[in-house]
T-cell receptor, first 117, second 114 residues
């Protein structure tokens, strides 16, 4: 079974600074997808960013970007110019791709990020 | 409003009772999922469904029953609730018709079993 590891249970960052959240995963597959989800105190789950393993270019969404290191099985999330509204729990998730047997998303345990004014 | 709706938002029940959590989506997404969220465990998949009348077990299915008689509804039933089932439950649907597509989540149901 695939596993997703988020080694930082909690992190904090000053407003306007940059922070990087770590995620590693374990798979023998070559075709898969990786995701970052954000869960603010409202409990709503929001997709932040998605990366397809066959794409070498790192995904970017406004202030959010990833550093995808396929050989190292690492998928970190960088948040630039942190804002108070970024305070949330962040979950990394993995799923196998079409040619690898398509599976539902498997989530890591989460990293609680606090942005400090 | 279009979206995915869970009810109730909060529920307290007693050990041994049967309880059903409701999930309704208006997009006609084929795939639907139930996850539970527990501190220190993240989100774990309970059951999922590829279409009406098709369901599959996830990582933690024991003690739960699901049904999918209509595409838009995917209720989760705890047949005899236990304290270990105290959790926040999330229903989700898959926007691209694939099991590994980005998920749209409901707002969750916080269930407390006393």
């Amino acid at each position: 079974a695939q596993t997703v590891t988020q080694s930082q249970p909690e992190m904090s960052v000053q407003e306007a600074e940059t922070v990087t959240l770590s995620c590693t995963y374990d798979t023998s597959e070559n075709n898969y997808y990786l995701f970052w989800y954000k869960q603010p105190p409202s409990r709503q789950m929001i997709l932040v960013i998605r990366q397809e393993a066959y794409k070498q270019q790192n995904a970017t969404e406004n202030r959010f970007s990833v550093n995808f290191q396929k050989a190292a099985k690492s998928f970190s999330l960088k948040i630039s110019d942190s804002q108070l509204g970024d305070t949330a729990m962040y979950f990394c998730a993995f799923s196998k791709g079409v040619n690898s047997g398509n599976t539902p998303l498997v989530f890591g345990k989460g990293t609680r990020l606090s942005v400090i004014a | 409003d279009a979206g995915i709706t869970q009810s109730p938002r909060y529920k307290i029940t007693e050990t041994g009772r049967q309880v059903t959590l409701m999930c309704h989506q208006t997009w006609s997404h084929s795939y639907m999922f139930w996850y539970r969220q527990d501190l220190g465990h993240g989100l774990r998949l309970i059951y999922y469904s590829a279409a009406a009348d098709i369901t599959d077990k996830g990582e933690v299915p024991d003690g739960y029953v699901v049904s999918r008689s209509k595409t838009e509804n995917f209720p989760l039933t705890l047949e005899s609730a236990t304290r270990s089932q105290t959790s926040v439950y999330f229903c989700a649907s898959s926007e691209l018709g694939q099991v590994n597509s980005p998920l749209h989540f409901g707002n969750g149901t916080r269930l407390t079993v006393t």
